[in-house]
């Protein structure tokens, strides 16, 4: 979600383009949040652009968050603009799962995922069950830090990343047997059906939703 590409090689460019994208992300969260907390309660004709808006909340939230440390990094420790690449990158214009998983999501827990379910899962079925076991380690993660906010257990969000497995498993199967790769208007038709572009917000104004703890702050 970058207005301009972040130039590497430059320091001062680099700040410059991160300082906008942090200043985008800010306004668009602060402008959805406002926009939600006007809607009195979750009116089902509503229902899917309120799910929308609170995806495109957590979006810009994490990017702004990432954004802001960026600059702190750059700016103030030395470190160097080639160590902070986008954390992601418009994964609504992913045509696959794999294509939104492997490059447009960000890569930030993948080593977490690994050694929480990946590897054992490589353990028990080769790399099948390290796809398997990634997933459900991420599942669990996400999960287990929402557990820990006093939320409660919900075996929903595991399903849904051990779901991932098995459809990205298809898509490999189709590009052996077709010899065409997952893409174009389809393939992203399919990455909408496959994570389901509501179904992260899909407890909608309940106690564990993201919308219930937008409206009541």
């Known amino acids: 979600m970058s207005l301009m590409r972040r130039d590497l090689s430059n320091r001062n460019s680099f700040l410059f383009a991160t300082f906008i994208s942090f200043v985008k992300n800010y306004l668009i969260l602060d402008l959805l949040e406002s926009l939600i907390k006007l809607v009195p309660d979750v009116d089902t004709r509503f229902l899917q652009a309120i799910h929308v808006a609170t995806s495109s909340c957590t979006l810009a939230a994490f990017q702004?968050?990432?954004?802001?440390?960026?600059?702190?990094?750059?700016?103030?420790?030395?470190?160097?603009?080639?160590?902070?690449?986008?954390?992601?990158?418009?994964?609504?214009?992913?045509?696959?799962?794999?294509?939104?998983?492997?490059?447009?999501?960000?890569q930030l827990l993948r080593e977490t995922f690994l050694v929480f379910g990946g590897f054992f899962g490589r353990i028990?079925?080769?790399?099948?069950?390290?796809?398997?076991?990634?997933f459900i380690g991420s599942g669990l993660?996400?999960?287990?830090?929402?557990y820990a906010l006093g939320r409660g257990f919900d075996i929903i969000v595991p399903l849904f990343f051990a779901l991932q497995a098995p459809l990205l498993l298809c898509e490999k199967v189709w590009c052996k047997y077709t010899g065409y790769r997952v893409g174009g208007l389809y393939g992203k038709?399919?990455?909408?059906?496959?994570?389901?572009?509501?179904?992260?917000?899909?407890?909608?104004?309940?106690?564990?939703?993201?919308?219930?703890?937008?409206?009541?702050?």
């Open 64 to 106: 702004l968050s990432y954004d802001l440390i960026t600059i702190f990094a750059v700016l103030f420790l030395g470190s160097s603009p080639s160590a902070w690449p986008p954390v992601i990158d418009h994964p609504w214009q992913s045509d696959s799962l794999h294509v939104f998983w492997s490059k447009h999501w960000h």
């Open 189 to 217: 038709l399919w990455r909408s059906l496959g994570i389901g572009e509501v179904s992260m917000v899909d407890q909608g104004d309940t106690p564990k939703g993201p919308l219930y703890g937008l409206r009541e702050n």
């Open 124 to 134: 028990i079925a080769g790399n099948i069950g390290m796809l398997f076991g990634t």
């Open 141 to 146: 993660y996400h999960e287990f830090g929402a």
